[in-house]
């Protein structure tokens, strides 16, 4: 053999050898093994120099001592994971020649002859399992062996770099058949003195444990814990529990009591049921509902919640009417909590200040005076609808407008969001239809403009968020026009129910309203018992948001994680909005209200403009987010220079603090009446019928109870009392008499209920048991009911 001086690198120290009974492996040309090397060899391989091999995988020429460059080649790692004996010794090779491979048993050494070509470094050299006196010898043709383990011929074909795999060809034969090991028997045999093929290796117990494939179950635990603790889940969860707490007794009978009283609640309760039960049975009927007989399109009386369509399909009768109104009256605060947390998130808030900005939005102590107005109540698909909207636009106040983090998807959620909570009524959603479209209008014309005028300021839109922002708000709109058309029609056929410039004035409140707390609220109420007394009509002039809410805003103007030009835009957007919730009270409203009043489509029907005191609230909850986040970031500072790092007891009691405060402002006294149990004679009687005493109070009861057979019923209560019901009311004073008998024949009355325990004070406390002969009736008692069938 001979040392191929010319290559790079220069000749290198010879490898070190170790041997095995009946002989030695020959040194290379370089010289003897010096006792360093040895000293390596011994480091390096954990069997030790008298290890009992088979056969060795010769280091690579040119690699440093203590390295197994052959561990790059598969081959060699095959052969030594199947034969269990092989070990590299590493060493060094005398420039780029011999590659010999040490642990020859009995005499026989292993030899990886290289012809012509040189080695680079990081080669593998031959690994063969030698038998009893064999002589294994890996020859090499005039190819050269690259770094990656693979060895090339002359001709530039690849071949294998000489690594036989131990146990895979029968003959002894590499892949390309041009090394042959031994004398042709299975390289995968033991030596005489080695072990079976087929055994552990020994030196398996000291390597570390492959780590277990956890079992589905174990895979699918670990995703839903993920998911527990998510920030989105948690927030979904909190919500919920401070809605059950913050509205508490509501669920604690819910089958029996309603919020507030039991007027206007067991409206929007009955609501729910008709627009659930129609929809399963006659969807084409909808807007005719079985009250205010015979008028047509009387669903559009009020606000419809048809948004809640799918809860009415649950249950039947007026006790599954209770406990539906109570359960979304519950999620309801959870939805608006959630959606102002949303809000603020997005818009660059930390997660106490979202926190802040969601309770305060939802449980602002002037929300406790509508109580018993479930579609006032109901808002947070506002604040949610804007949230994934801003998303879907990759848009925050704090970052400002970040393209790549646009997607489409949350356009087309937004928008249907905001189609959902118009359906819950024009009361609160005509408002959020005007602002949606101002901010389209608004938008496009800014955007015009910089691509216009300012072309180095281009910002890229997208075509996918633009076809889903025309989609989405084609969408809005259509469920907007569709849900307007029955209201327009109403307003024709009932001029009455048009609202004017007087009746607004009625309803407006003064700015002291905006400090006055309604009798509802746990703090406020009493103390502001003198201040509501001086207010026309206090359930809707009571408009306090709280006091620590207005503290934490004018903070914000000051300190905030907002930038300064969005927090004047806050504070510009909560002046205009109190302006106009003041109504004609603020200069007689002739350049804020009455404009909007007298020219914006729909406005007409907004009889109280207080309940504008909505979006109020929402800015206000922006502006204390943004100092509250801008506090906790600086606590956050404080603690890291700390040792240790982790806030104090009084450091984490002082984030929490402001939440604190914002909640305990929206605990409540709300009262819970009894609903009036329904007659027994409503579970039977047929329609169209006449309950009496009727007023609107009285009939909104006698709505919830025909839920139960949905029979027509001539009473009914809304925002405005027709005609044909006003007559009703005037002639059956009488009843019963010749007279009220043909009108309500005339009318297609079938039935007239009578209720005892109602007519105390009332002209029927003395007919009531007058004889009916010669009038062509009949009178039955059911319980405390007299039936007059007609």
């Known amino acids: 053999m001979t040392t191929d001086q010319s290559a790079t690198g220069g000749p290198h120290p010879a490898a070190d050898r170790s041997t095995a009974s009946g002989g030695d492996a020959p040194a290379g040309p370089s010289g003897p093994t010096t006792s360093t090397d040895a000293a390596r060899a011994d480091v390096s391989d954990p069997a030790g120099p008298a290890s009992d091999t088979g056969g060795g995988t010769a280091p690579t020429a040119g690699a440093p001592a203590g390295t197994r460059p052959a561990d790059k080649d598969p081959a060699s790692r095959e052969a030594r994971g199947t034969s269990g004996k092989g070990n590299d010794r590493p060493g060094t090779v005398s420039g780029t020649g011999d590659a010999k491979a040490g642990d020859a048993t009995n005499g026989g050494d292993a030899r990886s002859r290289l012809g012509d070509a040189g080695t680079k470094p990081g080669d593998a050299g031959a690994s063969d399992d030698v038998t009893t006196g064999g002589d294994a010898k890996a020859a090499a043709g005039d190819g050269s062996t690259t770094g990656d383990g693979t060895a090339k011929d002359a001709d530039g074909k690849d071949r294998e770099d000489g690594a036989a795999k131990a146990g895979t060809d029968k003959d002894g034969a590499t892949k390309d058949g041009t090394d042959k090991a031994g004398d042709g028997k299975e390289s995968g045999k033991a030596d005489e003195g080695g072990k079976e093929a087929g055994k552990p290796d020994r030196w398996a117990a000291f390597a570390s444990a492959p780590e ?86 009387s669903f559009a009386f009020s606000d419809t919640l048809l948004g809640y369509a799918p809860a009415g399909m649950i249950g ?143 910002r890229p839109f997208g075509r996918r968020l633009l076809a889903a922002d025309l989609v989405g708000g084609l969408l809005f709109a259509g469920v907007g026009a569709l849900l307007a058309v029955p209201y327009f029609t109403v307003k024709e056929q ?24 309604p009798a509802e609220s746990r703090v406020w109420g009493e103390l502001h018992e003198g201040a509501r007394a001086a207010l026309p009509w206090h359930p809707e002039m009571t408009l306090l948001p709280g006091f620590v809410l207005y503290a934490l805003a004018a903070g914000g103007l000051f300190f905030s994680v907002w930038k300064l030009r969005h927090r004047l835009l806050l504070l510009a957007g909560v002046v205009v909005t109190m ?82 405060l914002v909640i305990a402002e929206g605990l409540n006294v709300t009262p819970h009446p009894v609903v009036p149990q329904q007659p027994a004679a409503m579970r039977t009687v047929d329609g169209p019928l006449l309950v009496l005493p009727s007023s609107q109070n009285l009939d909104q009861p006698v709505m919830l109870w025909s839920t139960t057979r949905f029979q027509d019923v001539v009473n009914g209560g809304s925002g405005f009392t027709p005609h044909q019901l006003d007559e009703v009311r005037r002639v059956t004073l009488s009843f019963p008499d010749q007279t009220s008998v043909d009108y309500l024949r005339v009318l297609g009355v079938r039935n007239v209920l009578l209720m005892r325990d109602q007519i105390s004070g009332t002209p029927w406390e003395v007919t009531v048991d007058a004889p009916v002969d010669g009038l062509g009736i009949t009178r039955e008692e059911i319980g405390q009911v007299v039936v007059y069938r007609l």
């Open 212 to 297: 277990p494939r956890p079992s589905w179950v174990r895979r699918a635990a670990r995703a839903v814990g993920r998911v527990l603790i998510h920030e989105w889940t948690l927030a979904t969860l909190g919500s919920l529990v401070l809605a059950v707490l913050m509205t508490w007794p509501t669920l604690r009978y819910p089958l029996h009591t309603l919020p507030q009283d039991y007027w206007d609640p067991s409206l929007q309760a009955w609501q729910m049921a008709w627009s659930g039960h129609i929809l399963l049975t006659n969807p084409a009927q909808l807007w005719q509902s079985n009250t205010f007989f015979p008028e047509d399109w």
């Open 316 to 458: 039947t009768g007026p006790e599954a009417a209770v406990l539906r109104y109570n359960i979304m009256f519950v999620l309801a605060h959870a939805l608006a909590t959630l959606g102002a947390y949303a809000l603020a998130r997005q818009l660059g808030a930390g997660r106490i200040g979202g926190a802040v900005a969601g309770v305060g939005y939802a449980y602002a102590p002037w929300l406790l005076a509508q109580a018993g107005h479930l579609h006032v109540i109901s808002n947070g698909g506002i604040p949610l609808a804007l949230a994934m909207l801003a998303r879907g636009h990759g848009y925050s106040l704090r970052h400002g407008y970040r393209p790549e983090r646009r997607h489409d998807g949350w356009v087309y959620t937004g928008w249907l969001v905001a189609a959902w909570q118009l359906s819950l009524g024009f009361g609160i959603g005509l408002p959020f239809a005007y602002f949606l479209g101002g901010t389209v209008v608004v938008a496009a014309v800014t955007w015009y403009v910089r691509r216009t005028w300012f072309w180095a300021v281009k």
């Open 494 to 517: 009932h001029p009455q129910a048009e609202r004017t410039v007087g009746d607004i004035g009625i309803f407006s409140p003064p700015a002291s309203g905006f400090f006055t707390a």
């Open 579 to 660: 302006v106009l919730a003041m109504g004609t009270r603020f200069f007689d409203g002739t350049y804020t209200y009455v404009p909007l009043f007298e020219h914006l489509p729909g406005w007409s029907g907004l009889r109280t403009p207080g309940r504008l005191m909505l979006w109020t609230t929402l800015l206000l909850g922006l502006l204390a987010a943004g100092a509250v986040s801008a506090f906790a970031t600086r606590v956050r500072e404080i603690c890291a220079e700390r040792i240790p790092s982790w806030p104090g007891p009084w450091l984490r009691l002082a984030t929490l603090l402001p939440l604190v």
